[in-house]
């Protein structure tokens, strides 16, 4: 129901989650199934680890495997570390991690590229949870989420029937029903504001001559910044979290993010440089080998969510969005260190506004810890269907960034040997 509030990118949802789980593929589905509980469990997102597990018992799957890892066959729990790794730091991942695998526990590369993709997508999916608030309130009915609980709306009666009407419901749903109306605008006009500077960037950013030093230096004065202590939102910390139901299917569940510019491991992982490897010319090629159909769907979810627009701007109309919207889909891929050498960083700088950033530092990084206060913390005066419009955004980027390094690093492996 919450990304319903976008249709068009709902329905290539739906494809390729059908798709994944229950079409093409050499994986059975009681694996497809288990692999999305332990890529769920990592960001403690109960709601999908629910929902997930019950697809499993609906494919025949074996109840005890719900006991958690120790319960499931060594192939299957062999991917714990990989699964670890890509939830929370995927910079760690290498050639090694897919070796070991391929000889430890006999996975085929096909196998091995239909469960990162899988992992990837059920990380992305939880991250989207997580950041509209959807949970699950087992005594509840109702729709769960930030958007359909905000107090300022209209009585839940208005949601109720919505939530019951047929099944093409979620199609009427548009982000102008009457619960999407945009907030009452604020003395300081913020909106004004990003608009011209949008505007100014427009103009500047196409002709400003910049030197290649410039552009990096403008990289890392973003990613040192998003590394910074007081980055994350009050309430949101970066030490270990409280023992959850879903540490069943996790090994080391205090495993988090580490700020990329901070990391321990530092001198050994360089800038992940997307001239060398991206999306475009390289994983989609390695996907479409390994895994065919999926390729081309995920292309075009990805481009759906990159593109979508209907050019507005909280109560503004006819606004060409798109260097708002290009700087937050690069932002996540700048804190996971992921840099484009042709991509001014400036706009990012100018663009998105601190709460902004650190919306989008939390929900790609700490998905588990973010709060209503979190979600309400910035674009107050924007609707929720732009606010879920940003969730998605954060969802497919960072799905291209899981994917990006887990197979790039299968990649090395295969040419290696
Ligand atoms: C995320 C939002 C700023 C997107 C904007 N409402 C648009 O239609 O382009």
Same mark, same amino acid.
């Given at each position: ?43 403690? !997102? ?40 890509? $939830?929370? #730091? ?29 992992? !990837? ?141 901070? #990391? ?8 992940? #440089? ?30 759906? $969510? ?7 701007? $909280? ?10 919207? #290009? ?30 950033? +650190? ?5 790609? !990084? ?26 998605? +955004? ?18 090395? !492996?295969?040419?290696?040997?």
């Amino acid at each position: 129901m919450v990304m319903a509030l976008h249709p068009h990118y709902l329905q290539s949802f739906l494809e390729t989650n059908f798709l994944l789980l229950q079409s093409v593929g050499v994986l059975s589905y009681q694996y497809r199934n288990y692999i999305a509980i332990m890529a769920a469990a990592r960001h403690q !997102c109960s709601y999908l680890v629910h929902l997930m597990e019950a697809h499993f018992l609906l494919h025949g799957g074996d109840r005890s495997w719900l006991n958690g890892l120790e319960h499931v066959p060594r192939k299957l729990s062999s991917l714990s570390t990989l699964n670890k790794l890509l $939830a929370h #730091r995927p910079w760690l991942v290498t050639q090694k991690h897919i070796k070991e695998l391929i000889h430890g526990q006999k996975w085929q590369l096909q196998e091995l590229v239909q469960a990162i993709v899988l992992l !990837c997508h059920f990380h992305s999916v939880a991250i989207f949870c997580q950041g509209t608030g959807v949970n699950l309130e087992i005594d509840h009915d109702e729709i769960n989420s930030f958007y359909c609980k905000d107090p300022k709306l209209s009585s839940s009666d208005d949601l109720n029937s919505l939530a019951s009407e047929n099944d093409k419901s979620y199609l009427k749903f548009s982000c102008v029903n009457t619960m999407d109306a945009v907030p009452k605008s604020n003395p300081i006009d913020v909106v004004e504001t990003l608009m011209e500077r949008m505007k100014k960037f427009d103009e500047v950013g196409s002709t400003e001559e910049v030197t290649r030093e410039e552009m990096n230096r403008r990289f890392e004065k973003e990613k040192e910044e998003a590394s910074s202590q007081n980055f994350l939102p009050q309430g949101v910390s970066t030490s270990p979290n409280k023992t959850s139901y879903c540490d069943r299917y996790v090994i080391d569940p205090d495993f988090r993010y580490q700020d990329f510019a901070k #990391r321990d491991d530092r001198s050994d992982v360089p800038t992940f #440089r997307a001239q060398d490897y991206n999306w475009e010319d390289n994983a989609f090629y390695v996907v479409s080998n390994y895994y065919n159909d999926v390729a081309e769907m995920l292309d075009d979810k990805f481009k759906i $969510a990159y593109n979508l627009t209907y050019k507005t701007l $909280a109560s503004k109309d006819n606004v060409d969005t798109t260097s708002l919207r #290009r700087a937050i889909w690069k932002y996540v891929h700048c804190v996971y260190g992921i840099m484009y050498d042709d991509y001014n960083y400036d706009e990012v700088n100018q663009l998105l506004e601190r709460s902004l950033k +650190m919306f989008i530092k939390t929900v790609s !990084c700490f998905p588990e810890q973010v709060e209503r206060n979190v979600y309400d913390g910035f674009w107050k005066q924007f609707r929720h269907s732009e606010k879920v419009h940003v969730n998605i +955004m954060l969802q497919e980027s960072r799905f291209q960034v899981g994917l990006l390094y887990g197979l790039r690093a299968l990649t090395q !492996c295969i040419t290696d040997s």
